[in-house]
């Protein structure tokens, strides 16, 4: 087996340990329904809704993955913009009515980020992360798990990227290393600069400031940035002209990691913009100056914030070490599976990977038969319709392409309007559905029934 095919083989065994089962899908809706009431009880949050983001809502998150929770207060059909004070104030009464009921352990109230978090470890042994108000981290969650319809490659490296940065200590903000949103945005660039490149620059996705968009009506504005994103990307997928990058996941992950193997010294005249999709000199770029950060991972939905700012100076250099220890092991000529799992995984992953029975999981080309039984049936959903206990018919219609590559994307109709129906929904993939009818007891009010019927979608190396 030669160098590529290893590291291909490696790879994929890894993402069948780290792809969230249905039973990971199933602990966190629990853990919403279960902040929904404690949010119930509490008088000045009456009427508040409780809605998921981040990872979560884009499918880019392993089992073991954070959930990200906003709070959005009730403001009419109008978006609201509540000051630092009054969330400080809501997130202070949530932390009390934990306290009161008890089960969350690690509680922290992080009351000087420019966004207040309470952060707590809920049952499942799942940590949590709660705002308030955090519509632009649920509309860039969105868009990621759009960007997914271009290339189901992009979904693997998310999760691959994030468990080798955790690995080597390099995915946490609090200790001066890239947080997990920085990190995708790093595997957008990648597949942006690639050649051929996969994904286009995000301008071309959705060409405004996101955020700037998220004003008054939110039915309408959401459904503006939806339909813009739909729009672009359905142009973008149905343009037969463009290259086709054939890539291997193997191949993708080499790539990355020899493409940021020199960032320190990058990072101190250019900035990475997924928005351009391009290195940009920050000294020509007066949205970025006076430079007072160490490294620049512009973010495309809220410029020119920086993604990247909590990463100092002494940790970028860790990071390149990171990088730089990491490709030379990939390229080197004697490698095995179990040196290339372990510069890629966390010990207990690599662990967990070696116990006995459990290579059974798995097979050469991917999930084996017990993995594949228990793997997650449910694709994200937009929580706010879950949450309030509302009836979906989602009909999957059906087309196939002249290549016959095959997808599914789905359609739905509500009886209440919460976020622009009519707009885009998150598309119910392939691997997700079942031949027939699948009804799905989401919560004790509410049921989502499927009808498959088939729709192109691009082929990629490794399904999702």
């Given at each position: 087996m030669?160098?590529?095919?290893?590291l291909?083989?490696?790879?994929r065994?890894?993402?069948?340990?780290i792809?969230?089962?249905?039973?990971?899908?199933?602990m966190?809706?629990?853990?919403?329904?279960?902040?929904?009431?404690?949010?119930?009880?509490?008088?000045?949050?009456?009427?508040?809704?409780?809605?998921?983001?981040?990872?979560?809502?884009?499918?880019l998150?392993t089992?073991?993955?954070?959930?990200?929770?906003?709070?959005?207060?009730?403001?009419g059909?109008?978006i609201?913009?509540?000051?630092?004070?009054?969330?400080l104030?809501?997130?202070?009464?949530?932390?009390?009515?934990?306290?009161?009921?008890?089960?969350?352990?690690?509680?922290?109230?992080?009351?000087?980020?420019?966004?207040p978090?309470l952060?707590?470890?809920?049952?499942?042994?799942i940590?949590?992360?709660?705002?308030?108000?955090?519509l632009s981290?649920?509309?860039?969650?969105?868009?990621?798990?759009?960007?997914?319809m271009?290339?189901?490659?992009?979904?693997?490296?998310?999760?691959?990227v994030?468990?080798?940065?955790?690995?080597?200590n390099?995915?946490?903000?609090k200790?001066?290393t890239?947080?997990?949103?920085?990190?995708s945005?790093?595997v957008?660039?990648?597949?942006?600069?690639?050649?051929?490149?996969?994904?286009?620059?995000l301008?071309?996705?959705?060409p405004?400031?996101m955020?700037?968009?998220?004003?008054?009506?939110?039915?309408?504005?959401?459904?503006?940035?939806?339909?813009?994103?739909?729009m672009?990307i359905?142009?973008?997928?149905?343009?037969?002209?463009?290259?086709?990058?054939?890539?291997?996941v193997?191949?993708?992950?080499?790539s990355?990691?020899?493409?940021?193997?020199?960032?320190?010294s990058?990072?101190?005249?250019?900035?990475?913009?997924?928005?351009?999709?391009?290195?940009e000199d920050?000294?020509?770029?007066?949205?970025?100056?006076?430079?007072?950060?160490?490294?620049?991972?512009?973010?495309?939905?809220e410029?020119?914030?920086?993604?990247?700012?909590?990463?100092?100076?002494?940790?970028?250099t860790?990071?390149?070490?990171?990088?730089?220890?990491?490709?030379?092991?990939?390229?080197?000529?004697?490698?095995?599976?179990?040196?290339?799992?372990?510069?890629?995984?966390?010990?207990l992953?690599?662990k967990?990977?070696?116990t006995?029975?459990?290579?059974?999981?798995?097979?050469?080309?991917?999930?084996?038969?017990?993995l594949?039984?228990?793997?997650a049936?449910?694709?994200?959903l937009?929580?706010?319709?879950q949450?309030q206990?509302?009836?979906?018919?989602?009909?999957?219609?059906?087309?196939a392409?002249?290549?016959?590559?095959?997808s599914?994307?789905?359609?739905?109709?509500?009886?209440?309007?919460?976020?622009?129906?009519?707009?885009?929904?998150?598309?119910?993939?392939?691997?997700?559905?079942?031949?027939?009818?699948?009804?799905?007891?989401?919560?004790?009010?509410?049921a989502?029934?499927?009808?498959?019927q088939?729709?192109?979608?691009?082929?990629?190396?490794?399904?999702?």
């Amino acid at each position: 087996m030669n160098g590529y095919s290893l590291l291909e083989h490696t790879l994929r065994n890894i993402l069948c340990f780290i792809y969230p089962l249905e039973e990971d899908w199933s602990m966190r809706f629990q853990l919403l329904h279960e902040l929904r009431a404690v949010v119930e009880s509490i008088e000045i949050l009456r009427g508040a809704t409780v809605e998921p983001f981040g990872s979560f809502v884009s499918n880019l998150f392993t089992r073991w993955g954070d959930l990200d929770i906003s709070i959005e207060l009730p403001n009419g059909s109008y978006i609201s913009s509540p000051g630092k004070k009054l969330k400080l104030s809501l997130l202070g009464a949530v932390l009390k009515a934990l306290r009161a009921k008890g089960g969350c352990r690690n509680l922290q109230f992080i009351t000087n980020a420019r966004v207040p978090i309470l952060k707590f470890q809920g049952n499942y042994n799942i940590s949590c992360d709660i705002s308030i108000n955090n519509l632009s981290g649920q509309m860039k969650s969105k868009i990621l798990y759009w960007i997914n319809m271009i290339d189901g490659r992009f979904r693997d490296m998310v999760l691959l990227v994030k468990e080798w940065a955790k690995a080597h200590n390099i995915n946490d903000s609090k200790t001066g290393t890239l947080n997990s949103y920085s990190l995708s945005l790093l595997v957008v660039f990648h597949f942006q600069t690639c050649v051929p490149a996969i994904l286009p620059p995000l301008k071309e996705i959705y060409p405004g400031n996101m955020v700037d968009d998220l004003t008054g009506i939110r039915a309408s504005a959401e459904k503006f940035i939806e339909e813009t994103c739909a729009m672009n990307i359905n142009q973008l997928i149905s343009n037969k002209s463009r290259a086709i990058n054939k890539s291997s996941v193997s191949q993708l992950f080499i790539s990355f990691i020899a493409k940021f193997c020199d960032i320190s010294s990058k990072a101190s005249a250019q900035a990475i913009s997924p928005f351009t999709g391009q290195w940009e000199d920050i000294e020509s770029n007066m949205r970025w100056l006076p430079k007072t950060y160490t490294i620049f991972v512009e973010d495309p939905f809220e410029q020119p914030v920086n993604s990247a700012r909590s990463v100092s100076s002494k940790q970028l250099t860790r990071i390149e070490e990171a990088f730089r220890r990491t490709h030379f092991m990939l390229i080197s000529s004697n490698q095995n599976q179990n040196e290339v799992i372990s510069i890629i995984v966390r010990p207990l992953v690599s662990k967990f990977m070696g116990t006995p029975g459990n290579q059974n999981n798995y097979s050469r080309n991917g999930l084996g038969p017990q993995l594949q039984a228990r793997r997650a049936i449910k694709p994200p959903l937009q929580a706010q319709h879950q949450l309030q206990a509302e009836s979906y018919k989602a009909t999957i219609t059906r087309t196939a392409s002249a290549s016959g590559a095959e997808s599914y994307t789905a359609t739905t109709t509500s009886t209440t309007s919460v976020s622009g129906q009519g707009a885009i929904q998150p598309p119910v993939q392939a691997h997700q559905l079942q031949d027939k009818k699948v009804n799905r007891n989401l919560n004790s009010t509410q049921a989502i029934r499927v009808q498959t019927q088939p729709v192109w979608r691009p082929k990629s190396d490794i399904g999702v």
